[in-house]
């Protein structure tokens, strides 16, 4: 009796020590809906960042996606602790996968009502997550309940930048998502993204002109999405023109599922994106989410799978003042706190 009880025991705490190393996020519990509720002299976090959002959309319809595209280029390198937010030459933000990302301005304006709120409260991790949810609601998706309690990272740096390439296969884009913990159903969810905003010549040339050193276009691309494009990307251009992700004019701006309805009529813009709805790993997928399925809920729940990605929670990292910035700048940004 004794002795089974000793090795029940046994057995029960090394379960629970192979629970807990095999879960090596397990500080991601400390993220929750709400957490700045009461935290912010009885301000509303969620709503100083709302209305932000809002106003420069209300400008400049565009910016949604940029922010949507920065949570993402946020939480794929290093986690989502706001280190593509940091200014310097060796930066994230210089990468050249970086180039193009925008709505630096937006965040820098939600942090300056915040520090004037509550000084040294909010997250500048929490303000990219919170305006990425707020551009997908804005834009005609879900409203879905995010997670607060990031905190912000210490080091930024340009050749920690190593996110999954336009031209990757779906496997190998894959891959690249499942390194995050997120899997390919979510992956396929999140690409939807590309639902809203816009790419440039420069990504697509190569699907126009000479795919896969051909001297010919891609050829799972619609011919007469070809033709159009080549109007706005003439050969050898510089002008570099933007070019809408969802080529359905009626949703340039709008977040609906029309995005897999258009790659599934030959009508994806980037390549992976065209892929998605080829490769059989997730060709079925494509196929549920045209007929709608629930797409706006479902993008939403991955979202939130994605801002969840090697976060720092308290006590590590810090809340910074200056979203661009760390807040000692004499700490050597190479020390690892957290
Ligand atoms: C395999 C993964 C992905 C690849 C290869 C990829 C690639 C790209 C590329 C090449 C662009 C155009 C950049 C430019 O021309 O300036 C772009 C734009 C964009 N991406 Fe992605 N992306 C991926 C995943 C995602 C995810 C997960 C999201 C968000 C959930 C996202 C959201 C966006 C948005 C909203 C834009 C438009 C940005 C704007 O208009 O400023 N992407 N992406
Ligand atoms: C944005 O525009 C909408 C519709 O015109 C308006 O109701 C709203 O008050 C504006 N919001 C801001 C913050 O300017
Ligand atoms: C960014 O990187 C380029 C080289 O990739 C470098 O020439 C430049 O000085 C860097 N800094 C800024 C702020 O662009
Ligand atoms: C475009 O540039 C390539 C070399 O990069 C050159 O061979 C070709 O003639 C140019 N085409 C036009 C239409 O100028
Ligand atoms: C799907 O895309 C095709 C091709 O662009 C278009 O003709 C059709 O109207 C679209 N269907 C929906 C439901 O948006
Ligand atoms: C997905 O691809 C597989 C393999 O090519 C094919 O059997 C299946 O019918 C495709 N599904 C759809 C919805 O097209
Ligand atoms: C689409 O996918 C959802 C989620 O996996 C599933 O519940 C639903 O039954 C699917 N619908 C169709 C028509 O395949
Ligand atoms: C090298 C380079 O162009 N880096 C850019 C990275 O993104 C920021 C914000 O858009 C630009 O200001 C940088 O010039």
Known sequence: MKI??????????????????????????????????GKCNSRDVEGIVFSVVERRMNETKG?????????????????????????????EKNATANQSVRGYDV????????????????????????AA??????????????????RDGIESLASNVDLPSPSFSVSQSADAFKNKGIGLEDMVLLLGGHTIGFTHCSFIEDRLYNFGGS????????????????????????????VSLDQNPASTFVFDS??????QHHRGVLHIDQE?????????????????NNFLAR????????????????????????????????????????
């Open 133 to 150: 949810r707020d551009a997908v609601q804005l834009s005609g998706g879900v409203r879905y309940e995010v997670q607060t309690g990031r």
């Open 4 to 37: 089974s009880t000793a090795v029940a025991a046994a057995a029960f705490y090394l379960a629970l020590g192979v629970i807990l190393v095999n879960f090596p996020g397990h500080c991601d519990a400390a993220l929750e809906v709400g957490f700045y509720k």
């Open 215 to 242: 001297g010919k276009a891609d050829p799972t691309m619609d011919p007469s999405l070809v033709e159009k494009l080549i109007v706005i990307c003439p050969k050898n251009s510089t002008a570099d023109a933007p």
């Open 107 to 130: 965040i820098d304006e939600a942090k300056e009502l915040l520090e004037e709120a509550c000084e040294g409260v909010v997250s500048c991790a929490d303000i990219i997550a919170i």
């Open 299 to 338: 993008f939403g729940q991955a979202m939130v799978k994605l801002g969840a990605v090697e976060v720092l929670t308290d006590p590590q990292g810090e809340i910074r003042k200056s979203c661009r910035v760390v807040n000692n700048k004499h700490r050597s940004p190479f020390s690892l706190l957290g």
């Open 276 to 292: 998605l709805a080829l490769d059989p790993l997730t060709n079925n997928t494509v196929a549920n989410l045209t007929t709608g």
């Open 63 to 91: 910016i949604a996606a940029a922010l949507i595209r920065l949570h993402f280029h946020d939480c794929f390198v290093k986690g989502c602790d706001a280190s593509i937010l940091l200014d310097g030459n060796s930066c």
């Open 258 to 263: 029309s995005f897999y309805n258009q790659t």
